[in-house]
């Protein structure tokens, strides 16, 4: 009977199994026949006289999320709500020299963020593109801070006459846990260096310390006068006249009768308010129409960048962009985080490749692992020993091990707005001993010496192991101090100066010698081409944690110039969820093997 009852269940895993790998096979198959049918299809040609239209959608990243390739299938295109930074900066770079673009346009209702450096950096190509003597026009239905600030870059700006420009400053509010774990009964131990590392202050305070407001007070000031005085000087405008929209919106509302669009036009902010309708029929009146006669002559970026790619030399020397993207982990990591040993190969396989003479490292990383972050700057020192210079790129965020790992380069490259370092070190334990007591749980055991069961959450921390812990933090932060010490030519002494921990504006970071020079990623790549001589070259951007098929198919959509579609916007409510669950999965991720973290409790506005 048992034995029947196996050749059963046999037969019937065989089944499933052949049913299973006909699906798949199925599946590549198709994926096979829509790549052949695609390169098949030829670049697209650009407009004589065109418009270039950005449309960026979602919030501005370095490096796209890897697509897969099942996902596609299912979904019918791309669903990763991300507008990739330098590809919006290649395409208007390209279109500010291309005789065939005469204009760019700009539509900014799916740009959800992406930190106020990749907005400047994005606002800068605009501003040259402009200064070629070719025109920039904006339309929002409405506009959130973010939009708004690309959008001021415009000779143009219009809106929606029932829409609004919602400019609200710049604020940090946390949210602290120790009432709460005290209710429970949750002690939480804290070993740290540095009063103005405030990442585990939410678990030991229920309101923010001196020195993190101070520090914070600090690095807003600088960013909200670095956002006015952008705005006041493309608008032409005094920043009095911005401050007195955002400080007395209600009063400049009042006098506008309640009309939000009215009182922002008023103001400055925008030049004229009109219809989709009305803003189309402008387009075609000043680009001319289309084949159809119902558009005007446009060409989107994704479309514009296939063009452009498909007529480019692609010359024998690489210089490799490596985006450091996320949280710093250990071990083997997919993209959207930093792992130590994915990103450490990806370095050696830079390094031993004859074809990629300079590596820049692009960090928008608040930081994690210290295990790991060591791990990457080692890499990078071997690259520089082995002769190929690397230089360190920052964007919205290069803090703590952001900043560890961008010690390991030639140069450190930050924008004025960047968030760095926040040089320091802690360790947190949770102890669940009094919550197990109040439910009637003991713990009870033997154990060979006093440490195989310190570090045990159940039972209370001893004062020993407490003590270690502490030691480590302590020597975990010295060797911090020594590490930027010798990549900056400083002694411990001066680094501690400005470090404890403390955040600071890329701006502030390059007066304190924390940083070589200012400027962005096209600054970064040439002077990692200058260093290595190279007048001709190929940018690259190995992909992390991509397998095969995913670059495969991230190249495809490239090549034909897919674009992802925004990602509608939730409820309050569903957002301070989802915030909530992405701090407690960020925590689940930790996994340093000493639990020492070098990370930053910061992102950029």
């Known amino acids: 009977m048992f034995r029947l009852i196996g050749r059963l269940f046999k037969g019937l895993w065989w089944a499933l199994d052949l049913v299973r790998r006909t699906a798949l096979n199925l599946v590549l198959l198709a994926v096979l026949v829509a790549v052949v049918a695609v390169l098949m299809r030829p670049a697209p040609g650009v407009?004589?006289?065109a418009a270039l239209v950005l449309r960026p959608a979602g919030a501005l990243v370095e490096q796209a999320a890897l697509v897969e390739p099942l996902n596609v299938l299912r979904d019918g295109g791309v669903s990763t709500e991300q507008a990739v930074l330098p590809d919006l900066l290649e395409?208007?770079?390209?279109?500010?020299?291309?005789?065939?673009?005469?204009?760019?346009?700009?539509?900014?209702?799916?740009?959800?963020?992406?930190?106020?450096?990749?907005?400047?950096?994005?606002?800068?190509?605009v501003l040259a593109f402009k200064g070629a003597g070719k025109p920039v026009l904006v339309r929002g239905e409405r506009y959130t801070q973010a939009q708004y600030y690309l959008a001021s870059a415009a000779d143009e700006v219009r809106m929606s006459s029932d829409g609004f420009v919602l400019l609200r400053g710049l604020a940090r509010y946390n949210t602290y846990f120790k009432g709460a774990l005290d209710t429970l009964g949750v002690k939480v131990h804290v070993f740290r260096v540095g009063e103005y590392k405030s990442f585990s202050e939410p678990f030991t305070r229920s309101d923010m310390s001196e020195e993190d407001r101070e520090s914070s007070r600090d690095l807003l000031d600088a960013l909200w006068n670095a956002f006015r005085t952008d705005v006041a000087v493309t608008r032409r405008f005094s920043p009095d006249v911005l401050d007195g929209y955002v400080t007395g919106y209600r009063d400049v509302l009042a006098a506008a009768g309640g009309d939000a669009a009215k009182a922002a036009k008023t103001v400055g902010l925008v030049d004229k308010l009109d219809s989709r309708d009305e803003w189309q029929a402008d387009l075609i009146a000043r680009f001319g129409a289309d084949g159809s006669g119902k558009d005007y002559r446009q060409i989107d970026t994704g479309g514009y960048l296939a063009a452009v790619r498909s007529g480019l030399s692609r010359p024998p020397a690489k210089v490799a962009v490596l985006v450091a993207q996320g949280a710093i982990v250990d071990g083997e990591q997919p993209g959207g985080s930093v792992g130590g040993d994915t990103f450490a190969r990806m370095i050696r396989e830079a390094r031993e490749s004859d074809a990629v003479k300079a590596l820049v490292l692009r960090i928008d990383s608040p930081g994690g692992s210290a295990w790991a972050s060591e791990l990457i700057r080692r890499e990078l020192e071997l690259t520089r020993r082995a002769g190929k210079p690397v230089i360190a790129s920052m964007s919205s965020v290069a803090a703590?091990?952001?900043?560890?790992?961008?010690?390991?380069?030639?140069?450190?490259?930050?924008?004025?707005?960047?968030?760095?370092?926040s040089i320091g070190?802690?360790?947190i334990f949770p102890e669940f001993a009094e919550p197990m007591k109040r439910l009637g749980l003991t713990v009870d055991g033997v154990a060979t010496a006093p440490l195989a069961g310190a570090f045990d959450p159940r039972r209370p921390l001893d004062e020993a192991a407490a003590e270690a812990m502490q030691l480590g933090i302590e020597h975990g932060y010295r060797r911090f101090l020594e590490t930027v010490g010798t990549a900056r030519n400083m002694q411990p002494e001066e680094v501690d100066k400005v470090a404890r921990g403390r955040v600071w504006t890329g701006e502030a970071a390059a007066k304190l010698g924390l940083v070589d020079s200012l400027g962005g990623l096209d600054a970064a790549v040439d002077a990692a081409a200058k260093r290595a001589k190279l007048t001709e070259y190929e940018v690259v951007w190995p992909m992390v944690g991509a397998s095969t098929s995913q670059v495969l198919l991230q190249r495809l959509l490239t090549s034909v110039g897919l674009e992802a579609p925004a990602a509608p916007a939730g409820s309050a409510l569903g957002q301070m969820l989802d915030g909530l669950q992405a701090q407690a999965a960020e925590l689940l991720r930790w996994n340093d093997p000493q639990n020492l973290y070098t990370h930053c409790f910061c992102e950029a506005p």
């Open 425 to 427: 070190i802690f360790g």
């Open 91 to 125: 395409a208007i770079n390209a279109a500010r020299d291309d005789e065939r673009i005469t204009g760019l346009v700009i539509e900014t209702d799916g740009l959800s963020g992406g930190g106020l450096s990749k907005l400047a950096e994005l606002r800068a190509a």
């Open 47 to 49: 407009p004589q006289g």
């Open 400 to 421: 703590s091990g952001g900043y560890w790992i961008a010690t390991g380069a030639d140069e450190i490259w930050a924008a004025p707005t960047t968030l760095t370092g």
